[in-house]
């Protein structure tokens, strides 16, 4: 096994690039209605919480609710309007190997679906969180730019050892983004967008701090994977996002190897406060605290 848990190479059917052939006419209609089932929940909870950016992108890729779409189809309208393409992959993969498929426009998708059991909460990135979830932003030309300077600045980060700082920019934007738009704070995160509850959470919820997007607080604040976020940053706009990799992150990187990292159940100084949280939920105990 390699440093990052995988093993030294794809698994078998895989390419070496970790991509295999989605064989869309493979897939069963339970399959199928596990994709309409949530994709109708979202469609009537997202408008007035998912940002327009991401309502426009669900559109303009002709995405709904009759069943898993065909990646192929699905890249065929995404490479017109911003060059990406949607890959089929089997799960996870190495980090080298996402980074270089976001470097090159290439979203890497899961392929399988959840099961009808597990609705609500998965660990592993399946095609509702992969393709509902993160390819409509893949639509607007500025959140195209972002994701691929995030492929390259990743591939530079593994280079200096400085992965984890990256990874945290990743999941406080691409996964559990807000925005701030005039109508009020909206969601562009894959993460948020693709889960009911947090759709809900992390926009109506006392308990989460929202705090304004700055690039090292971000990158000196760990994340939960097991549940709700304890706080969500606030970006002004996807502009303001894209701008953030124009720098040389060279100077951030040396700065944040000297800092420490920062606590996600309270604010920190200097940080602008869209609301402070109450934190009650995690002190309650989270998901696990659910009858
Ligand atoms: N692989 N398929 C897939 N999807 C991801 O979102 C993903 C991944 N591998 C690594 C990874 N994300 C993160 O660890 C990187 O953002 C650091
Ligand atoms: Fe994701």
Redesign the pocket.
């Known amino acids: 096994m390699s440093a990052d848990g995988f093993a030294s190479g794809p698994p078998p059917g895989a390419r070496a690039d970790w991509t295999i052939d989605q064989d869309w006419a493979g897939y069963s209609p339970a399959e199928h209605q596990v994709w309409t089932r949530l994709y109708e929940r979202q469609a009537a909870l997202l408008p007035g919480r998912a940002c327009e950016t991401f309502l426009h992108g669900l559109e303009a890729l002709d995405l709904h609710g009759d069943g898993i779409p065909d990646f192929a189809r699905v890249s065929e309208d995404l490479q017109r309007l911003t060059g990406w393409s949607v890959v089929a ?1 089997p ?5 080298e ?3 270089d498929h976001l470097a090159n426009r290439r979203f ?3 392929r399988f679906i959840r099961k009808p059991e597990t609705l609500d909460y998965l660990q592993e ?1 399946d095609v509702f969180h ?1 393709v509902f979830g993160h390819v409509p932003m893949l639509t607007d030309p500025v959140f195209a730019d972002y994701m691929q300077a995030y492929g390259q600045g ?1 591939l530079r980060a593994m280079g200096r050892g400085q ?1 984890h700082n ?2 945290r920019l ?2 406080y934007t691409v996964e559990f983004g807000l925005m701030e738009t005039a109508s009020g704070l909206r969601i562009y995160g894959a993460g948020i967008v693709s889960s009911h509850a947090e759709s809900i959470f992390a926009l109506d919820d006392p308990s989460p701090h929202r705090i304004g997007f700055d690039l090292e607080r971000v990158m000196r604040t760990p994340y939960r994977i097991d549940d709700f976020q304890q706080v969500y940053f606030v970006i002004p706009s996807l502009d303001a996002l894209r701008e953030t990799t124009l720098q040389d992150f060279g100077p951030v990187y040396e700065r944040l190897k000297l800092a420490e990292d920062l606590p996600i159940d309270r604010a920190a100084p200097g940080d602008k406060l869209y609301s402070r949280g109450s934190q009650a939920y995690a002190e309650a105990g989270g998901r696990r605290a659910k009858p």
């Open positions: 992959v799960g996870l993969v190495p980090d190997v996402f980074f890497p998708a899961g990135p992969d990743g992965l990256l990874a990743y999941w």
